[in-house]
Nanobody, 125 residues
Framework: VRLQESGPGLVRPSQTLSLTCTVSGESITVNAYYWNWVRQPPGKGLEWMGAITSYGNTYYNPSLKSRTTISWDTTKNQFTLQLNSVTPEDTAVYYC??????????????????WGQGTQVTVSS
């Protein structure tokens, strides 16, 4: 199973950050998995942002829920992250990752089954 993040590396403040995770080697609609978005700001720990399950249900970190939307395109085997109204505090390396139960209490990437290489997103004018 391979996950690959893609999207712009620079986003202006107040705009929307959009990232896509392309999954290969497994369909995102089978096997009751959680397909997660997590991020790591510079000098800080891993933060779980939310997930979409193989059933299409979505779950969000309460601290980000008002600004976050996770969706999928099953025809392309991709899931996406949209984060609205970004500020410089949203600057981070963003990862997509798979596991069986979400990531609210996960602190390291290796606790996930699989994860992408990560993509740096900088919020700056």
């Amino acid at each position: 199973v391979r996950l690959q993040e893609s999207g712009p590396g620079l986003v202006r403040p107040s705009q929307t950050l959009s990232l896509t995770c392309t999954v290969s080697g497994e369909s995102i609609t089978v096997n009751a998995y959680y397909w997660n978005w997590v991020r790591q700001p510079p000098g800080k720990g891993l933060e779980w942002m939310g997930a979409i399950t193989s059933y299409g249900n979505t779950y969000y970190n309460p601290s980000l829920k008002s600004r976050t939307t996770i969706s999928w395109d099953t025809t392309k085997n991709q899931f996406t992250l949209q984060l609205n109204s970004v500020t410089p505090e949203d600057t981070a390396v963003y990862y997509c990752a798979r596991n069986s139960g979400g990531g609210m209490y996960i602190s390291t990437l290796d606790e996930y089954d699989y994860w992408g290489q990560g993509t740096q997103v900088t919020v700056s004018s």
